[in-house]
């Protein structure tokens, strides 16, 4: 373990690296990435695998001590450390990315439910317009449902349809039994004074 091999794992991780060795408890080598302004400030507790927050001249490190060699009489350790602003520094860019394409999605979902909600609604409202007219007693127009046969729409479409047509047969079924006898379909006494 040399600075040499500090150095080399600074380049490979991206995080500052510091070794530190303790023979009974006393140090005896530590070898650092960090400025020794730094390093002097750091004070690392012998806690195994925990992540550690320090503030430095306003700046904040997480560090993460780690265990490489351990006995009774020997100790050795490595913290790996990073500035948490350069970190989060990294991830702004980020979160302007993700704001653009929330917003993108949202404008686009609105548009589609629009289209959506305006093609359902529109079929619907000339439905609700044949009922209107159908039980107001006019059976004679026709319901307009082409560009919508193959859906639920279409289905309610054609069975509104099917069903003004019978009442229509219906009626006029009872109004020809009014008026006319039911043995020779010749016109009754109740025709002849109406007309």
Do not use: C
């Not at 989060?88 to 289209?115: H, R, W």
């Not at 209107?132 to 319901?143: F, L, N, V």
């Amino acid at each position: 373990i040399d600075q040499a091999l500090a150095a080399q794992l600074k380049e490979l991780t991206s995080l500052e690296v510091t070794f530190k060795g303790k023979v009974h408890s006393e140090p005896v080598f530590e070898l650092t990435t960090l400025s020794e302004e730094t390093m002097a400030s750091i004070h690392v507790t012998d806690a195994k695998g925990e992540w550690l927050t320090m503030t430095l001249d306003n700046e904040s490190y997480l560090a993460l001590v780690t265990q490489l060699a351990e006995a009774d009489d020997y100790l050795v350790q490595a913290v790996l450390s990073t500035s948490l602003e350069q970190a989060i520094e990294k991830f702004s860019p980020l979160k302007i990315q993700m704001l653009i394409i929330a917003s993108v999605a949202l404008l686009l979902s609105a548009f589609i439910a629009f289209i959506l909600a305006r093609n359902i609604s529109r079929p619907v409202n000339a439905l609700v317009s044949a009922a209107e007219r159908i039980s107001s007693g006019d059976y004679k127009g026709d319901i307009q449902f082409n560009t919508y046969k193959q859906n639920e729409i279409g289905k309610l479409a054609n069975s509104l349809s099917q069903m003004q047509l019978g009442i229509s047969e219906r009626e006029d079924r009872i109004l020809f039994q009014a008026y006319h006898d039911t043995l020779t379909g010749l016109a009754n006494r109740a025709l002849i004074q109406q007309k």
